[in-house]
């Protein structure tokens, strides 16, 4: 997900900026085991080479921490936007998701994702590089000392799947309720005006403040669980972190090791120690997105089939016993209608008795209880049945931010001139470049 959404660019960069923030693994250690080593043989010279090695190296740091940053606010704004993109480009070509969904899987899915993936991964591949760099300095200063730090220090790494498929349900819990809270909240917005006129408004606010508080609540639940794991796993990392470094004061203190070497050991696996916790921490919690990570692993990498396949014929139009129900409540009577090309229905009824129901099930927006439809004797898809038929909402909607002409046409490239006889005739035409706003 990582590689289909971001700037292939702004990863290698992102990558070659941290490949130089690597070198403090190296430079910060070195400076204070030559510092160490000139106080101890009272070399004046060598502390000015240090001084001025050190000043060079963390000018260079210096650039890789702002390309780092800066091309992290990179990756992230590629991500956000292509998948963002994706979700809504799905919305809109298909029917998988829901109208109530598709604000809180933009914006809270997407944060999620971001925060709980995307950043625990870039910070993963950090960290490793990091951690790498210091593992082979260490082992280069002492190899036997070197090894027992990273072996005491990598210990609670190994423990960074403890909590992580709790963690993963409350992730997947929290996704659920921000779309139901979102969902509602909207909902309360398009109602206001009767809520208003009824006199609903403090029914309404209490129910909101419920939703409200069992979303805060989610996420509370789900910070309270992050932090129960990596309290575990530092206090693993506490006795881990103690033990190497008595090992190195016996070892300085029966001469098998300088302390200069000695201090540069324990800078560097302090080092080594934090990139694990980082490590244990951030792995956790990427593991904890593996079901909202399936969701739109599967969501998105179906095949966008913008272009169904072209029906020739679709008549007769048969429906056999065609029924609705929903909550134990009738909404469409049993009816078969056989309709041959050419014909003209007209469906009459009085309000509620189920026209609109029957016309969506036709068009694909609702799926009967029972009975069969076909077109020429074939089953067709909603997406297939949507290609060639239409038909005009009962609802409808003014898009605020377009004008009048494209408010009537949605993108179609159609005749300007048949569309200026339309706005002329209805006495509209004085408004054709104006939006709902002016």
């Known amino acids: 997900m990582l590689k289909r959404f971001v700037t292939k660019k702004h990863l290698i960069l992102y990558?070659?900026?941290?490949a130089i923030t690597w070198l403090e693994a190296i430079i910060t250690p070195a400076l204070v085991q030559n510092i160490v080593a000139s106080f101890t043989n009272q070399e004046l010279g060598l502390l000015w080479k240090v001084l001025i090695l050190g000043i060079l190296g963390n000018l260079i740091l210096l650039l890789g921490l702002a390309g780092k940053r800066y091309y992290y606010a990179r990756l992230i704004t590629d991500f956000k936007y292509g998948i963002k993109s994706a979700i809504f480009?799905?919305?809109?070509?298909s029917y998988e998701i829901d109208e109530k969904d598709i604000l809180s899987d933009l914006e809270?899915?997407?944060?999620?994702?971001?925060?709980?993936?995307?950043?625990?991964?870039i910070i993963i591949i950090s960290s490793l590089g990091f951690t790498t760099v210091s593992i082979l300095y260490a082992l280069w200063t002492n190899f036997y000392l070197g090894l027992i730090f990273i072996l005491f220090y990598s210990f609670p790494v190994?423990?960074?799947?403890?909590?992580?498929?709790?963690?993963?349900?409350?992730?997947?819990?929290?996704?659920?309720?921000?779309q139901s809270y979102l969902a509602s909240l909207t909902n309360f917005i398009g109602g206001s005006q009767q809520i208003r006129h009824y006199q609903g408004q403090d029914y309404f606010f209490a129910r909101y403040?419920?939703?409200?508080?069992?979303?805060?609540?989610?996420?509370?639940n789900y910070e309270k669980q992050r932090t129960l794991n990596s309290l575990l796993i530092n206090s693993i990392d506490a006795f881990c972190s103690v033990t190497p470094i008595v090992i190195g004061g016996f070892m300085t203190y029966y001469n098998y090791l300088d302390a200069a070497s000695f201090v540069a050991i324990y800078l560097v696996?302090?080092?080594?120690?934090?990139?694990?916790?980082?490590?244990?921490?951030?792995?956790?919690?990427?593991?904890?997105?593996?079901?909202?990570?399936?969701?739109?692993?599967?969501?998105?990498?179906?095949?966008?089939?913008?272009?169904?396949?072209?029906?020739?014929n679709?008549?007769?139009?048969?429906?056999?016993?065609?029924?609705?129900?929903?909550?134990?409540?009738?909404?469409?009577?049993?009816?078969?209608?056989?309709?041959?090309?050419?014909?003209k229905i007209a469906i009459i009824g009085e309000s509620g008795s189920g026209k609109t129901t029957l016309l969506n099930i036709i068009h694909g927006e609702e799926t009967s209880t029972s009975g069969h439809i076909s077109f020429a004797g074939q089953n067709l898809s909603r997406k297939e049945i949507t290609s060639f038929s239409s038909y005009?909402?009962?609802?409808?909607?003014?898009?605020?931010?377009?004008?009048?002409?494209?408010?009537?046409?949605?993108?179609?490239?159609?005749?300007?001139?048949?569309?200026?006889?339309?706005?002329?005739?209805?006495?509209?035409?004085?408004?054709?470049?104006?939006n709902a706003q002016q």
């Open 15 to 18: 990558f070659f900026s941290i």
């Open 89 to 93: 480009k799905r919305f809109l070509n």
């Open 108 to 121: 809270n899915d997407v944060k999620q994702l971001e925060e709980n993936y995307i950043e625990p991964t």
């Open 158 to 178: 190994l423990c960074s799947a403890i909590g992580s498929k709790r963690l993963d349900s409350l992730s997947e819990k929290r996704s659920t309720v921000n």
């Open 209 to 220: 403040q419920k939703q409200l508080q069992t979303s805060l609540d989610t996420e509370i």
């Open 269 to 312: 696996s302090h080092n080594i120690g934090y990139q694990f916790q980082e490590l244990a921490y951030f792995t956790n919690t990427r593991k904890a997105t593996r079901t909202l990570l399936n969701k739109y692993q599967e969501l998105l990498g179906q095949s966008d089939s913008t272009s169904p396949r072209s029906i020739e």
């Open 314 to 343: 679709i008549f007769p139009i048969q429906l056999n016993t065609i029924s609705l129900e929903k909550d134990g409540n009738i909404l469409l009577s049993p009816i078969s209608i056989h309709i041959k090309q050419g014909e």
């Open 392 to 434: 005009i909402l009962q609802d409808s909607h003014y898009f605020d931010t377009l004008s009048l002409d494209d408010n009537i046409l949605l993108g179609l490239d159609k005749n300007k001139e048949t569309l200026n006889h339309i706005l002329k005739k209805t006495g509209l035409e004085h408004l054709k470049n104006r």
